[in-house]
């Protein structure tokens, strides 16, 4: 492991243990050049994936990128971060037992929403303003109407522009 402080390979493990939900094992380095001490994760990855982008542009798949997006959704919300990172665990998760080893941005967009819906409604509704690029109110009133499990949207919101 190269030392994100030096770029020496000359580092140490002086730590390992699982991480809380176990689905990664977090290990305690040291730089033997500089003596820096960092953090890396190792996780279990059953594929490469590669995203097939909504302009037929081919890019691998960040898991890092992935966990920012549901971050910035759950931005100034009471969520733990154990709770952010197993529903960024169960998102590559399930993208990975999908069996190829390319996906499109539209079913990882999908799978996002979903997980949001479960763990915060006004995560999902940020995600789902970016997601499917929302225009105007109306498509606000059309994503809570779903978050309600509605076809329409409430009256009282309805009649307003």
């Given at each position: ?45 059953l ?63 999908e ?19 970016v ?31």
């Open positions: 492991m190269r030392c994100p402080k030096c770029q020496s390979l000359d580092t140490q493990v002086k730590d390992s243990r699982p991480t809380e939900d176990s689905a990664a094992i977090r290990r305690r380095r040291v730089c033997l050049s500089c003596q820096f001490r960092f953090t890396t994760f190792e996780r279990v990855q594929r490469e994936l590669t995203v097939i982008k909504r302009n037929g542009r081919r890019l691998p798949f960040d898991r890092d990128k992935l966990a920012r997006s549901v971050e910035i959704a759950l931005r100034k919300r009471n969520v733990e971060p154990e709770r952010i990172e197993q529903t960024v665990s169960k998102i590559v998760q399930e993208l990975e037992s999908l069996g190829e080893s390319e996906v499109t941005s539209e079913t990882i967009g799978s996002v929403m979903a997980h949001l819906r479960e763990l915060d409604d006004v995560a999902y509704v940020r995600f789902a303003s997601y499917r690029n929302f225009r105007e109110a109306k498509d606000f009133e059309t994503a809570l109407a779903e978050l309600a499990g509605d076809e329409e949207p409430p009256k009282a919101a309805a009649g307003r522009k």
